[in-house]
Each structure stands twice: as C-alpha cells, then as structure tokens.
C-alpha cells in the first residue's frame, strides 16, 4: 500500500473516531463510548471498501461499539488531576496511567472489532466463549490487583480499570490461542494509539489551561484519544493479514446488529443523558425563557429522531431483498447515525440556541470533511495468504510500547515548566512528606 493513501485513509478514519470521541464528552459511560466506537467501526469498512467486510457492515459496528464502551467503566478525572501537578513523578504517573486507560479503550475496542471481521462462513468465531473467558479473567484480575494487592490507580474513585485490564488479557490469551494474529494486531495498534491519544491529550489540556484560551481544552483530550485510537485501529485493520472471503449473505443477525446500532445504544444514551434537570439546566443557562415548553421539545425530538432513523434504516435494509449491503447504504447509515449524534450533543449543551460552546459546530466541519472525502479513500489488502495469521512482531510492538513511554517523559517534563499550581490538580506522591516538613 502506498504511504500516502495509507495515511490519508487513516486520517479520515481518526478524525471520525476524534470527532465521536469527543461528542461523547456530552454523554460518557459506556453507553457514550459504544455510539462513538460504533461510528468509528463504520468508517474503517467505509474506507476498506470491502464487500466481503461490508456484508457484516452492522454486526462489526456493534462489536467495535461494544468492544470501545467496555472501558467507559473506567473512572479517569482523578488521573488527569495528577497531570497537573507540578512534580515530576506525580505528572509522569498521570500521563502513564491515562496511557493505560486508553491503551485498554483502544485494546478491547480494537479487538473486538478485528474479532468481528474474521466471522465468516468459513471462519466462525466463538464470541460465547470468548465472552466467559473475559468476564472470569476481569472479575479474577480485580479481586487480586485491587481487593487483595491493594494496586489502586485512583483512589478514592472506583478501580475499574482492572476489570478491564483482565478483560484484555483474557482476549489477548483467546486470540493467540487460536491463532487469530489479524485481530491482535488491530488490538495491539488501537491500543497504542489510544493510549497515547489520552496522554497527549492531558498534556495539550494542560498547554491549553496556561495559555488562558477560552476553548474547551478538556474536549481537546477527548478528541485526541479517538483520533490517535482511530489512527491505531486504522493502521492495524489496514496492514494486518485478512482472510479473502465471498460476500456474505446478511441475515437476522446483520438485521439485529442494526437495531443494536441504531436503536440500543442511542436509546441509552438518550435515557441517561436527556434528562429534565439537565435539559432545565442548559435552558436556563442560554436564558431559554420557557423552560417547561424547552423540555418538552427537547425530550420528544431528540426521542423521535432515533426512533424514526432506526425504523427507516430497518426497513430500507431488509427491503434490499439481496442478502447484501451496497456501499451507499453504509454510507448512508454511517451519515444518518454520525449527524444524530451530533445534534444530540447540541440539543444537551445547548448549542443550537447560544454559541457559548464553540467547538460544538467543530464537531460540524470534521463531519462535512469526512463526508466529502471519504469516497476518495483507497486501501490495498495483501490477500496473497489463504489465512488470517499475521506474524506477531513483539518486538516491534515493544519498541513502539517503550517509545511511548519515553515520550510521555518528554511531555511531564515540558508540562511540569510550562505553570505553577494549578487548579483541580492531584498529587498521589510526596504528599506525606510535604505535610510533615509543614508541621
């Protein structure tokens, strides 16, 4: 594959996943994850342009959105605090630790998605399996790292990231197993990307809160793990080894996965987050002056809007009557859910009455690009082997692991002299010391 249309795929695919990303900074959770991972699942098929991995189009997308909401039970606010510390040992720990957190976002979700792909009629994949294996490994992992070691990376918040962690080692022993490198890899690189993505992004969150700009810098963190998590999976999807296989007929599954895409995870989204308080909150904020008649309207357009896109796309699926799924229809989709989401970001902070957010409508002019330019896309596949394997190049992965460390080294040692205290800011170590020198 040449290196140009590679990195331009990729772009398109992390500024996607970037955008989402940071649209679920509206939401959170895993229900939020899940919308944003979905949307970037999608736009990896969109750009690869393969029938084979667009047949399945829907049950990828679910997997990736459920593979990426996993780590939304991972609480992370405290460890950004550390990133603004003024020492070094406290600011380098937030920065690796949020690297973790988005290394397990990136992982599971990049897993899950590669796992997806290899289903096929000649490769059936064991997700019942592989499931109780990574409920059994998170729920071991945390009892021994948190409830009997005592590891806490967040006190006092939840620990949860071990869970996860548990969960990735369990799909990572699942995968070498059985052989399954082409999905390893699409984890492994989804998983750097991400958790550099985090990382970095505390440390522009950081530059941001000193230069004093009125932006939401915060949002810049968000969108840096989905673009460079984007980028990771990307590049893993596009450079792994696939299976060269027919189009597959799409089926009740493919039918289901849709409803799960289009109607469950919005669905959610929209009951946890649309609120009457919150949406009374917003109002009253952009000086709505009928808050009960703003509500109301609020509530039931946002509802009807998922409601309706589900049922159209339902139906304009199954009407199809070919088994299979043209790439206009994924478009289509893709456009559809993408917009949705954006617009309910506006409808909860607001934005479509006051532009006291402004990188609300910049949600709006990476969709426009991405739309426009995702046609132009090209992705070359070796399918020279009549397997999934793929070479797993540890020490690659490990040279690529420990170059990240270092430069997130780099980054606590430029953060650490840009500002002095600041505010929100955490320290995990040297505290004691510093109180007993004061007394």
């Known amino acids: 594959m040449k290196g140009k249309k590679l990195w331009f795929s990729m772009l398109l695919v992390g500024m996607s996943l970037g955008t989402a990303w940071a649209i679920r900074g509206q939401f959170g959770h895993e229900q939020g994850a899940a919308w944003a991972g979905a949307i970037g699942s999608l736009s990896i098929l969109l750009v690869a342009k393969r029938k084979d991995w667009l047949?399945?189009?829907?049950?990828?997308?679910?997997?990736?959105?459920?593979?990426?909401?996993?780590?939304?039970?991972?609480?992370?606010?405290?460890?950004?605090?550390?990133?603004?510390?003024?020492?070094?040992?406290?600011?380098?720990?937030?920065?690796?630790?949020?690297?973790?957190?988005?290394g397990l976002y990136g992982f599971i979700g990049g897993g899950f998605f590669g796992f997806a792909l290899l289903n096929s009629k000649k490769t059936k994949v064991n997700w019942s399996r592989l499931i109780v294996e990574m409920v059994v490994s998170g729920l071991v992992f945390y009892f021994f790292m948190i409830e009997q070691l005592g590891w806490n990376m967040t006190p006092p918040r939840a620990e949860h990231w071990a869970i996860c962690f548990g969960l990735g080692v369990a799909l990572t022993a699942h995968l070498i197993r059985n052989k399954q490198y082409a999905p390893l890899r699409v984890a492994v690189f989804a998983g750097l990307g991400g958790g550099f993505g985090f990382a970095f992004g505390n440390f522009l969150h950081v530059l941001g809160r000193v230069s004093e700009i009125d932006f939401n810098f915060w949002n810049v963190m968000e969108y840096s793990l989905g673009f460079?998590?984007?980028?990771?999976?990307?590049?893993?999807?596009?450079?792994?080894?696939?299976?060269?296989?027919?189009?597959?007929?799409?089926?009740?599954?493919?039918?289901?996965?849709?409803?799960?895409?289009?109607?469950?995870?919005?669905?959610?989204?929209?009951q946890q987050s649309f609120t009457s308080d919150r949406i009374s909150s917003m109002l009253e904020k952009v000086n709505f002056s009928n808050l009960s008649l703003g509500v109301n309207i609020t509530l039931w357009f946002s509802l009807v809007l998922i409601l309706a896109?589900?049922?159209?796309?339902?139906?304009?699926?199954?009407?199809?009557?070919?088994?299979?799924?043209?790439?206009?229809?994924?478009?289509?989709f893709f456009v559809g859910i993408f917009a949705i989401y954006i617009i309910f970001s506006w409808l909860i902070t607001g934005a479509f009455l006051s532009t006291y957010r402004i990188e609300q409508y910049l949600y709006l002019v990476n969709f426009i690009v991405i739309v426009l330019l995702i046609n132009r896309a090209e992705v070359s596949f070796d399918n020279s082997h009549s397997t999934s394997h793929s070479i797993i190049n540890v020490k690659s992965w490990l040279w690529?692991?420990?170059g990240v460390v270092i430069l997130i080294a780099l980054f606590a040692v430029v953060a650490i002299n840009t500002h002095g205290e600041m505010d929100h800011s955490q320290k995990r170590f040297g505290v004691e010391e510093r109180a007993v020198k004061s007394e």
């Open 55 to 102: 047949s399945k189009a829907f049950s990828v997308a679910l997997a990736g959105g459920i593979g990426w909401g996993l780590g939304g039970m991972m609480s992370y606010g405290m460890v950004v605090g550390y990133g603004r510390a003024t020492d070094f040992i406290n600011v380098y720990y937030g920065l690796l630790m949020l690297f973790v957190i988005g």
């Open 228 to 270: 460079f998590g984007g980028l990771g999976m990307a590049y893993g999807a596009f450079t792994a080894t696939w299976e060269a296989n027919e189009e597959e007929e799409s089926g009740n599954t493919e039918l289901l996965s849709l409803l799960g895409v289009s109607l469950l995870i919005p669905f959610i989204v929209w």
């Open 309 to 332: 896109f589900s049922v159209l796309s339902y139906r304009r699926i199954k009407a199809l009557n070919t088994g299979k799924f043209p790439y206009l229809e994924i478009k289509v």
């Open 400 to 402: 690529g692991f420990v």
